[in-house]
């Protein structure tokens, strides 16, 4: 599986767009890109998912380029409430099993 | 409709104990993930049940960890002898692993305490 390398931590303010860029050098063909999103003392909240370029939906953006080896979550507009643990992770598309192999994560700070 | 729900939500018990923790996924679901979480790290993977069988048990730590899915909804997650070094949040998850979505729907989680 593919090891994913992203910030350790990030700050930002409320209003502002905020890019959360991952590194995953050894993307394999089938490997889709997922994030997820942790609150403290809560399960992980899937956000979006995306194989290469562009994915939008109603909480987020994920740029993906052509080679694949990075990706960008972005957050418009961030308020207080985003202040969160957010997973970039690498899975293959390997019929039923979807586990999901984690790593650290960035931790978001969103200040007033 | 109602998300993923896990009992108990804290379990404080002895070293050497026998504990079970329960995962009700969501209905209609097929499948379901076990996860560890400890403090300050990502959720680490351990079983995948698809319907009634575990399809891939490789992230159990050791013989001491068991878990069933007997009817295909509720699962048990069983630890025998448990040791401090069991203390973590324990995680469910359950998705319908239909097209290519890697959508999982967490449960609150169990925070297992050892002492």
């Known amino acids: 599986l593919a090891k994913t390398t992203q910030p350790i931590s990030m700050d930002s303010y409320e209003g502002q767009e905020v890019n959360i860029t991952c590194s995953h050098n050894?993307?394999?063909?089938?490997?889709?890109i997922t994030w997820y999103q942790q609150f403290p003392s809560q399960g992980p909240r899937f956000i979006i998912q995306?194989?290469?370029?562009?994915v939008t939906n109603e909480v987020a953006s994920l740029f993906i380029p052509a080679d694949r080896k990075s990706s960008t979550l972005s957050l418009p507009r961030v308020s207080l409430s985003d202040t969160a643990v957010y997973y970039c992770l690498v899975a293959p598309n390997a019929g039923n099993n979807r586990k999901l192999i984690w790593g650290l994560g960035t931790s978001l700070a969103v200040n007033p | 409709g109602a998300g993923v729900s896990q009992t108990p939500s804290n379990k404080v018990t002895e070293k050497g104990k026998y504990v079970e923790l329960r995962c009700d996924p969501i209905s209609g679901h097929t499948a379901l993930y076990w996860y560890r979480q400890s403090l300050g790290q990502g959720p680490e993977f351990l079983i995948y049940?698809?319907?009634?069988?575990?399809?891939?048990d490789s992230g159990l730590p050791n013989d001491r960890f068991f878990a069933v899915r007997p009817e295909g909804s509720v699962s048990t997650l069983k630890i025998q002898r448990t040791e401090r070094g069991d203390s973590a949040v324990y995680l469910c998850?359950?998705?319908?692993?239909?097209?290519?979505?890697?959508?999982?729907?967490f449960g609150p989680g169990t925070r297992l305490t050892v002492t």
């Open positions: 995306g194989y290469k370029t562009k």
């Open positions: 050894n993307i394999a063909t089938n490997d889709y």
């Open positions: 049940f698809q319907g009634t069988g575990a399809a891939d």
């Open positions: 998850a359950s998705s319908l692993n239909e097209g290519r979505t890697y959508e999982q729907y």
